[in-house]
C-alpha cells in the first residue's frame, strides 16, 4: 500500500472520531429550527395587533425583544454546552434556594406583578421576569443531583422525601399564583425523572394519589380554574365566555386546511384570538401555514425528544443520563400541555410553545436547558476522572470517585500493565527458544 493510502487510512478515523455524536447534530438543528420559527411567528402573530393597538406603534416591537432575548439564550447554551455540567452540579443546592425564594416574593404585595388575574411576575416593561420557569430546571437538577449521588434512594418513599418535599414546595407556590399549567408541567418533568431512576409506580402511587387530591382542591377553590375547566368540557354551551378562546383557536387551525392561507394572512390573530402570539401561537401556525406547518412542527419537537432521550441512553455516568432525560421531558411536556390546548385536545393553561412563543424567561431557560443536553449528547461528563476504570466506576455509582480510589484504580493498571508486559516477555522469550531448537533437531536430521 502507498504511503497516500496509509495516510488517508490514518485520518479518516481521526475526522470520525473528531465529528460530533448524531443525536449532538439533530438536538441543534431541530433547537435552531424552532428558534427561527418562532420569530417568524412572534412577528406574524403580533404585528397586526401591535399596528392596531397602539394606532400606528412599532409592528416589529415583539419581534426585537424576541431577538435580544435569543441572542441571551444562544450565549447561555454555548456556556452550557461547553461547560454546564460541572457549574450546574455545583450550583444546583443555591439556585433551588434561590428560585423558592424568588416563588414566594412573587406572592408579596407589591412587588409581584399581576397579568390577567395572575401573580406570576417580577421586574417590569421588558425585564420582567417569570421565577417559575428558573424553578423548573432548578427542581430538575436538584433531582438528578440527588437521585445520581445515592441511587438507593429509589426504593422508597423515605430517601425520595428530600426531593418529594423540594418539589411539594414549588408546586404549592406556583399553583398559588396560580399558574396550574406549568405545575402539571412540572409534574410531568418530575414523574418522567423518578421513573428514568427506577423508582417503581406502587412506590409512587401514595404520592400521586395525593397530588389528585390537592389539584382538585385547588380548582375547587379557584373561579378562574373552575372556568377553564368548564370551558374545555362544555365550550360549546359557552361559546362567548369560558369556552371563547379554546373556540377560536380550533376555528383558527381548522381554517388552515392542508397548506394554510398564508405567512402574515392570520384573521383570527387580529381581532379573535387572544394571546396570538404566546400561548396560541400554535394556531396561528396552523391557520397559516395549514396541515403542513403543524406536521412540520411536530417533526421539529420529535427530533428533538428523539435526539435528548437517545443522548440520556448513551451518557457516560447517571448524573448525565437523568439530567438529559429530565430536561427533555421538561421540554417535550411542556410542549404537549400547550398544543393539546391549541387543538382542544385539553384544558387552557397558559404555558408558551418553548423556543416558539414570545416569552424573554422561558426562551433563555429553555435555551440553557438545551445547550445542557447538547453537553451531555457530545459525551461530556460531570465528573473528572483519571482513567477509563475511574469514569467505569462512576458510571455505576453514580457519583465522583474520591481521590485514594482513583490512585487505586491507576495503580492497579499500573501494576496490570507491567504483569502483562512481563508476561509477554516472556512467552515471546519461550516461544522463540521453541522454534530455535526445533530447527536445531531439523538440522542434526539432515546431518545424519
Given at each position: ?290 396541515f403542513a406547518g403543524m406536521a412540520v412542527l411536530i417533526g421539529l419537537l420529535g427530533m ?145
Amino acid at each position: 500500500m502507498s504511503p497516500s493510502g496509509k495516510g488517508l487510512l490514518a485520518h479518516g478515523p481521526r475526522r470520525r472520531r473528531g465529528a460530533p455524536p448524531i443525536e449532538y447534530s439533530l438536538l441543534l438543528t431541530a433547537t435552531l429550527c424552532l428558534l427561527a420559527l418562532g420569530a417568524v411567528m412572534v412577528f406574524s402573530a403580533s404585528s397586526a395587533r401591535a399596528l392596531l393597538a397602539d394606532q400606528g406603534g412599532d409592528g416589529a416591537e415583539y419581534l426585537k425583544r424576541t431577538v435580544i432575548f435569543a441572542a441571551i439564550g444562544l450565549l447561555a447554551l454555548r456556556l452550557a454546552a461547553v461547560r454546564g455540567l460541572r457549574l450546574a452540579r455545583v450550583a444546583t443546592p443555591p439556585l433551588v434556594v434561590v428560585s423558592l425564594l424568588l416563588l414566594a416574593a412573587v406572592l408579596i404585595p407589591g412587588v409581584g406583578r399581576t397579568v390577567n388575574g395572575a401573580q406570576r411576575w417580577l421586574g417590569a416593561g421588558m425585564l420582567q421576569f417569570q421565577p417559575s420557569e428558573l424553578a423548573k430546571i432548578a427542581v430538575v437538577l436538584y433531582g438528578a443531583h440527588l437521585l445520581s449521588a445515592r441511587p438507593g434512594r429509589t426504593r422508597t418513599l423515605r430517601g425520595l422525601a428530600p426531593l418529594l418535599a423540594v418539589v411539594g414546595l414549588s408546586l404549592a407556590l406556583i399553583a398559588t399564583e396560580p399558574d396550574l399549567g406549568t405545575a402539571v408541567v412540572l409534574c410531568i418533568a418530575v414523574g418522567s425523572l423518578l421513573l428514568c431512576a427506577g423508582v417503581r409506580l406502587r412506590t409512587l402511587a401514595p404520592v400521586l394519589g395525593a397530588v389528585g387530591l390537592i389539584a382538585v382542591c385547588v380548582i375547587a377553590a379557584n373561579p378562574y380554574q373552575q372556568e377553564r375547566l368548564t370551558g374545555f368540557l362544555h365550550g360549546s354551551s359557552d361559546p362567548h365566555g369560558a369556552g371563547y378562546q379554546s373556540r377560536q383557536a380550533t376555528i383558527a387551525v381548522g381554517s388552515g386546511g392542508l397548506t394554510g392561507l398564508g405567512l402574515g394572512e392570520s384573521v383570527q390573530k387580529a381581532s379573535y384570538l387572544p394571546e396570538a402570539h404566546t400561548d396560541m401561537i400554535a394556531a396561528v401556525l396552523g391557520e397559516e401555514t395549514g396541515f403542513a406547518g403543524m406536521a412540520v412542527l411536530i417533526g421539529l419537537l420529535g427530533m428533538f425528544g428523539y435526539a435528548g432521550l437517545r443522548a440520556a441512553h448513551r451518557a457516560r455516568d447517571r448524573y448525565s443520563k437523568l439530567l438529559a432525560a429530565g430536561l427533555t421531558s421538561l421540554i417535550l411536556g411542556q410542549a404537549a400541555v400547550n398544543l393539546f390546548a391549541v387543538l382542544g385536545l385539553a384544558p387552557l393553561t397558559g404555558v408558551p410553545l418553548p423556543l416558539v412563543s414570545y416569552g424573554g424567561t422561558s426562551l433563555v431557560v429553555t435555551l440553557f436547558s438545551a445547550g445542557l443536553i447538547l453537553n451531555v449528547a457530545r459525551g461530556r461528563t460531570a465528573v473528572a476522572a483519571g482513567s477509563k476504570q475511574a469514569r467505569r466506576s462512576s458510571s455505576r455509582g453514580g457519583g465522583a470517585a474520591s481521590p485514594a480510589r482513583l490512585s487505586a484504580i491507576e495503580g492497579g493498571a499500573t501494576s496490570r500493565r507491567r504483569l502483562t508486559s512481563h508476561d509477554a516477555s516472556g512467552d515471546s522469550g519461550r516461544r522463540h527458544g521453541r522454534t530455535r531448537r526445533a530447527g536445531d533437531r531439523r538440522r542434526r536430521r539432515a546431518a545424519r
